[in-house]
């Protein structure tokens, strides 16, 4: 079974003229790979939680991003020799190359999720704690706010950069119906209520 760990707990702040924000960033480690999904955009912090795993930007074999926002990717010209991955496409230097379904040599299943961003995806991660969805801003909180995880709220829950509020429903509520638990852009990890 795969192994997850949150590297970095996501957060977002809004002062009075600017944004301060990074993403979950989360290490799987699936079938001898250590992957890393949306290393976001503080270096500092990156770079000190891959030291405590014992890791160097050299030891991750690939990177998986949820989606283009630009909070969410700056980091990954910290591995410039990793294979980068979205939804359907292994982007390898100038090479484009599509698949579908896991993430090539892992049971990582890849799962469209757009709403928020059109190309949005989300990675279904099967561990010995649980279905772990990492869902990137399907589901996301700004710091200090309150994390309200009842069902209704989590379907209707506003998004001011939403590209397609019908879509995003929808994509939460498919999460929300094979996930035990999820792992937000920003915020904290979260059991789902069956």
């Given at each position: 079974m795969a192994e997850i760990k949150i590297l970095i707990e996501g957060y977002a702040k809004k002062t009075e003229n600017e944004w301060i924000a990074s993403p979950s960033t989360v290490l799987i480690?699936?079938?001898?790979?250590n992957i890393l999904v949306d290393p976001g955009s503080n270096k500092k912090l990156l770079l000190?939680?891959?030291?405590?795993?014992?890791?160097?930007?050299?030891?991750?074999?690939?990177?998986?991003?949820?989606?283009?926002?630009?909070?969410?990717?700056?980091?990954?010209?910290?591995?410039?020799?990793c294979d980068v991955l979205d939804g359907d496409t292994i982007n390898r230097d100038d090479k484009i190359l599509e698949y579908s379904g896991n993430i090539p040599k892992t049971s990582i299943k890849v799962i469209p999720t757009p709403g928020h961003a059109h190309e949005h995806a989300s990675l279904l991660v099967k561990t010995s704690k649980g279905d772990i969805v990492i869902a990137g801003d399907l589901f996301w909180w700004r710091t200090n706010e309150e994390q309200k995880t009842d069902y209704n709220i989590l379907v209707e829950r506003e998004d001011p950069y939403v590209?397609?509020?019908?879509?995003?429903?929808e994509s939460r509520k498919k999460i929300l119906e094979i996930a035990d638990y999820i792992i937000p852009g920003h915020g904290k990890m979260f059991k789902v209520k069956k």
């Open positions: 480690k699936d079938n001898g790979l000190n939680a891959l030291v405590k795993e014992k890791l160097k930007p050299k030891d991750i074999d690939l990177i998986f991003l949820t989606h283009y926002h630009l909070d969410h990717i700056l980091n990954i010209r910290l591995f410039p020799d590209k397609n509020k019908a879509e995003l429903e």
